[in-house]
């Protein structure tokens, strides 16, 4: 069982950064492949980018490369989630979600565990 909590979303200017964070607990955090996805009011649930239990795969959506990274540090049990020059269109629920499986997935039904959602909103 992994307990998620995200944190650091908040009310941003188009151009602006946020750091938004996923402290995970229970067991074995560094075996997980973690991910993050977001879900605009009316829009389903999307894939953001994920990152394997090492850290040497991340995988991102079209829409974020080149502006988001993602980033874990396994000592601390935490994912990040590093987002620049932030658009209208990025404004949603950032939630943070673990995998057991190996691979990056980028369906909501590929994770296990979901964190409770951030909200991030930027303002044009």
């Known amino acids: 069982q992994v307990q998620l909590v995200e944190s650091g979303g908040g009310l941003v200017q188009a151009g602006g950064s946020l750091r938004l964070s996923c402290a995970a607990s229970?067991?074995?955090?560094?075996?997980?492949?973690m991910g993050w996805f977001r879900q605009a009011p009316g829009k389903e649930r999307e894939f953001v980018t994920g990152i394997s239990w090492s850290g040497g795969n991340t995988d991102y959506a079209a829409s974020v490369k080149g502006r988001f990274t993602i980033s874990r540090d396994n000592a601390k049990n935490t994912v990040y989630l590093q987002m620049n020059s932030l658009k209208p269109e990025d404004t949603a629920v950032y939630y943070c979600a673990a995998s057991r499986g190996a691979r990056i997935g980028t369906m909501p039904g590929h994770y296990d565990y979901w964190g409770q959602g951030t909200q991030v909103t930027v303002s044009s």
């Open positions: 229970g067991r074995a955090f560094s075996s997980y492949t």
